[in-house]
């Protein structure tokens, strides 16, 4: 059988069950599961449940309950001025001061547990014998015991917030250094491919440069036959002409590549450097 528990005092959740769980055994109780609802009522132990139903309310004695009604009566002895009253009030006193910080008796709550049980098999108070129920079994087996109170600490939250702060400081320089060695990476990419860039250039003025017509003339006094150059040989129009270009991509290819260069590195370090 399955015990629904839901505790509303500082009893232990393993005690109630365990308590609960062998008076269903013994009044042969034999549901697939129970309702219970364990609560606090003053100083006694009482309880109530659905006729015929499945759930039960136990209420248990409320350990703080005494001390607080001692704190009340001594209010009020302050402020009473008759004799006669203040007796009966120190009186009074005294004898919650016996019963502070008891706690339910395992033996009344076992009889009122019983008494509840029958509620649920569907007997009402006129059809129940009087309540003789045997709760001798009941011993240093079946403790209502409290729930240990774990003292609070008291938090740091300067230092919590401190230490906080410090991880963060770590996990961004970290970053940092990440992003730093990236960024050396491809710097130096960047240096190798402009070197590659310009020797294709210097190739390229390299090729336009051998592919012009080299001016030889002939500077034998003696000429040719039919007065004229050898036709593999450039003439003189063709070599200014070859001389004026050569000079026009030497001061073209010089004066393009150095500019290039600087205006490249000047844009990578104003714009695309952090």
Not at 90 to 96: A, V
Not at 244 to 268: E, V
Request: glycine share 4%; aromatic share 14%; charged share 30%.
């Amino acid at each position: 059988m399955k015990i629904l528990l839901e505790n509303k005092t500082t009893y232990r959740n393993s005690d109630i069950k365990k308590l609960f769980k062998e008076c269903c055994k013994r009044d042969g109780i034999d549901r697939q599961w129970i309702k219970l609802v364990a609560q606090y009522q003053k100083g006694w132990v009482g309880g109530y449940a659905i006729i015929g139903g499945s759930k039960v309310w136990l209420n248990l004695r409320n350990p703080n309950f005494f001390s607080n009604e001692v704190k009340r009566y001594e209010v009020y002895l302050e402020k009473n001025k008759d004799q006669a009253t203040r007796d009966g009030i120190s009186k009074k006193i005294e004898e919650l001061k016996t019963k502070e910080g008891e706690l339910s008796s395992p033996q009344k709550v076992a009889g009122t547990i019983f008494h509840e049980l029958q509620h649920l098999k569907g007997l009402r108070h006129k059809d129940m014998e009087k309540d003789n129920f045997d709760v001798s079994w009941v011993d240093e087996k079946y403790p209502l015991r409290l729930k240990e109170v774990k003292p609070k600490i008291k938090r740091n939250f300067i230092q919590e917030r401190y230490e906080k702060a410090k991880r963060h400081v770590k996990e961004k320089e970290s970053l940092i250094n990440r992003q730093q060695k990236l960024l050396k990476k491809w710097r130096s990419k960047v240096k190798y491919y402009e070197k590659k860039v310009g020797g294709l250039v210097f190739l390229l003025f390299l090729y336009f440069y051998i592919k012009l017509p080299y001016p030889v003339l002939d500077r034998t006094k003696t000429k040719p036959p039919n007065n004229q150059y050898n036709t593999n040989r450039a003439t003189p129009n063709e070599t200014k002409i070859s001389n004026i270009i050569r000079a026009i991509l030497i001061h073209f290819f010089i004066f393009n590549f150095f500019l290039s260069i600087i205006l490249f590195n000047k844009l990578f370090y104003i714009y695309l450097l952090p």
